[in-house]
C-alpha cells in the first residue's frame, strides 16, 4: 500500500520562540508517524537541531533554480541539504502567482531540487476562475506536463505531487472529499498512460484549507495520500491530528 505523507507549510509564519513551542509539541506526540515541515529558510537549524533523530523531517519551501553563483537573494538546493532538508516545495500556487513563476520555472527547480537529492513536492492547481471555466484537468495537466517533458516521467518515483486548489488555500473553503478525488484520480491516471508503476506509487497530497476535523474524510479517499497544511500547521493540536488521521 501507498504511504500518507502530511507536510506542513508554515509559509512566511513564525518565530524562534514560536517554533520552539510549536516543534517541542510536535515531536513528542508523532513519535513514530512520518511527517514533514516546511520552513522559512533562518529557521531551518532551528528545524534541524529541534528534529534531529525525530520521524519528522523537514524541508523549505522554495529554492533557485541555478546551483550557485551570483543571484543575490536566493537559495540553492545544496544549502538546502547542508541543513539536512529531505523535502522543498517547489511551484507553490502563491510563487506562481504573487512571484510570477512560470510553468517552465517550476520545472527547473524541481530538477534542480533532485538533483541535489531532494524531494520537491510538486503543487498543482486551479484558479477559482479556472475550475468555473470547466478547466481544471486542462491547468492541472499543463503543470504537470511542464515538468514531465522537462524531467521525465520517471523523476515522479522520486517526487510527491500537491494537489492545491487555489480557491480553497487559506479561504476556509476545502474541495468536498469527491471534488478533491477527483482531480487526484485524474492526476493519477495521467501518469499511469506514461508509467503505471511510478503512478501506483505516487504520493499525491491535498492542500487547502485542511483542518483535524475535515483531514479523516479526505484522507480516506483512495487516491488522497495526504496533505499540505498552511494555516493548521501552525497550531500543534491541529497539525498533530492531521498527521494521526493520515497514519491511520
Ligand atoms: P491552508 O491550509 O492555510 O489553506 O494552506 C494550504 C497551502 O497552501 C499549503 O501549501
Known amino acids: 500500500m501507498r504511504k500518507k505523507l502530511v507536510a506542513g507549510n508554515w509559509k512566511m509564519h513564525g518565530s524562534l520562540a514560536e517554533n520552539a513551542a510549536l516543534l517541542g509539541a510536535i515531536k513528542p506526540a508523532l513519535a513514530g508517524i ?6 522559512p529558510f533562518p529557521y531551518l537549524a532551528q528545524a534541524q537541531a529541534a528534529l534531529a533523530g525525530s520521524s519528522i523531517a523537514w524541508g523549505a519551501q522554495n529554492l533557485s533554480e541555478q546551483v550557485k553563483g551570483a543571484f543575490t537573494g536566493e537559495v540553492s538546493a545544496a544549502m538546502l541539504v547542508d541543513f539536512g532538508c529531505q523535502y522543498v516545495i517547489v511551484g507553490h500556487s502563491e510563487r506562481r502567482s504573487l512571484y510570477g513563476e512560470t510553468d517552465e520555472l517550476v520545472a527547473k527547480k524541481y530538477m534542480a531540487a533532485q538533483a541535489a537529492g531532494l524531494i520537491p513536492i510538486l503543487c498543482v492547481g486551479e484558479s477559482l476562475a479556472e475550475r468555473e471555466a470547466g478547466v481544471t484537468e486542462t491547468v492541472v495537466a499543463r503543470q504537470l506536463d511542464a515538468v514531465i517533458s522537462a524531467a521525465g516521467v520517471a523523476s515522479l518515483a522520486k517526487a510527491v505531487v500537491a494537489y492545491e486548489p487555489v480557491w480553497a488555500i487559506g479561504t476556509g473553503k476545502t474541495a468536498t472529499p469527491e471534488q ?17 508503476g511510478v503512478a501506483t506509487g505516487l504520493v499525491i497530497q491535498y492542500g487547502g484549507s485542511v483542518k483535524a476535523a475535515n483531514a479523516g474524510e479526505l484522507f480516506s479517499q483512495p487516491d488522497i495520500d495526504g496533505g499540505l497544511i498552511g494555516g493548521a500547521s501552525l497550531v500543534a493540536d491541529e497539525f498533530i491530528a492531521i498527521c494521526r488521521a493520515a497514519a491511520k
Open 180 to 196: 478533491a478525488q477527483a482531480v487526484h484520480a485524474f492526476i493519477r491516471s495521467k501518469i499511469a498512460a506514461l508509467d503505471a
Open 34 to 39: 512520518e511527517a514533514a515541515v516546511c520552513v
